[in-house]
């Protein structure tokens, strides 16, 4: 008997969202982390700015850290803007961010951010994957079971 799966997270306004991640990866697991961001971030991802389409995330000594996303600089934020491109502390309970090292450092798994969005009390957080590169046969499968799925409809719906 399958496990059961998991509650989805409670995504209220998706701010930036990496679509390409589930063709290029076989999702394992998942998990929220929380952003730990200047004001001026905040403000940026609030009015919709944002992108996570290169970033990775990467387990060090210190934590786990957001790399590479792109939150543009807040157009009213004066001397206190941030820098658009730093690294962000991702917030993760301790048993967690020690599954991820493990699997990280000794299953050869990536950390892929799925999407930014705000949570029901506001909050900024990150949809992080635990995920496996895959391979080009395995793209083009991922394609031919996609337009399947795609003529599967196209035919029930000139027949129904």
Do not use: C
């Not at 387990?59 to 803007?81: K, M």
């Not at 506001?122 to 895959?134: C, D, H, N, S, Y």
Request: net charge positive; aromatic share 8%.
């Amino acid at each position: 008997m399958a496990r059961p799966r998991p509650a989805p997270f409670d995504k209220v306004k998706t701010v930036a969202e990496n679509r390409r991640a589930r063709f290029d990866y076989f999702i394992e697991q998942t998990y929220e982390a929380g952003l730990a961001l200047t004001g001026t971030e905040v403000k940026s991802l609030r009015f919709g700015e944002g992108s996570i389409a290169e970033a990775y995330a990467e387990v060090n000594d210190t934590g786990v850290w957001l790399i590479n996303a792109n939150i543009p600089e807040f157009s009213h934020g004066n001397r206190y803007n941030h820098e658009p491109k730093r690294p962000r502390k991702l917030l993760l309970h301790e048993r967690e961010i020690n599954k991820l090292h493990g699997a990280v450092a000794r299953e050869g798994m990536t950390l892929v951010p799925l999407s930014v969005y705000f949570n029901g009390r506001g909050r900024a957080k990150v949809e992080l994957a635990l995920a496996k590169g895959k391979k080009t046969h395995d793209k083009r499968d991922t394609i031919k079971e996609r337009d399947w799925k795609r003529e599967q409809g196209r035919l029930l719906r000139d027949r129904g």
